[in-house]
Structures are given as structure tokens and as C-alpha cells.
């Protein structure tokens, strides 16, 4: 999905509730992981759902042509949708 190694990010578990914030460690490449480490291991489990939110600072002209990108991904973890401003691509 972009993040970068150690960013902050905000996570909202749908399945139960939980909301908290942490940082970033990628997984290998391609390999779908999305893993809870440390105590926020204690705020969900596999198979729960997830909203992972990032956030950007911007001046008020960056902030005039910015557009916020979702990133929907499927139940395997590997495939998913790039939303941008209404505009999907679909990848595997």
C-alpha cells in the first residue's frame, strides 16, 4: 500500500472495536502479511478486519491538488483496489 518503514499509522479494528496507533514495519514484497506486534498484538487477532489510515501535513496550495488514495484489499491479502479520486484500478 506505499507505507514507509516506521510510519505512523492508525489502525481500527472493525471486527472488535479497537482503535489504536502504532508504526509501520513492512513485510516482504508480495507476501500479504499484516501482522499486530508488541501490545497492539493484544488488540486483535487473525482474521480480524482492519482500517489502517495514514495521514499527511500540507500547506494550503499542496492541500488544493492532493487527493487521498484508498487502498481496498481482498480477503487473500494479495489482491486489491487503488482508489483515487473515484478513479479504481484493479490489480492481483
Known amino acids: 500500500a506505499g507505507f514507509l518503514h516506521h510510519e505512523k499509522i492508525l489502525v481500527g479494528n472493525i471486527t472488535n472495536g479497537e482503535r ?6 513492512p513485510a516482504p514484497k508480495g507476501s500479504g502479511e499484516i501482522a499486530l506486534n508488541g501490545a497492539a498484538a493484544h488488540k486483535g487477532k487473525v482474521g480480524d478486519l482492519l482500517v489502517i489510515l ?22 487473500d491479502n494479495h489482491s486489491f483496489e487503488v482508489v483515487i479520486s473515484g478513479i479504481q484500478n484493479h490489480h492481483d
Not at 495514514?54 to 481482498?74: H, I, M, Q, Y
Open 20 to 25: 489504536f496507533e502504532t508504526y509501520c514495519i
Open 54 to 75: 495514514t495521514f499527511v501535513s500540507l500547506n494550503p496550495e499542496e492541500a488544493s491538488v492532493w487527493e487521498p488514495r484508498l487502498v481496498l484489499v481482498g480477503n
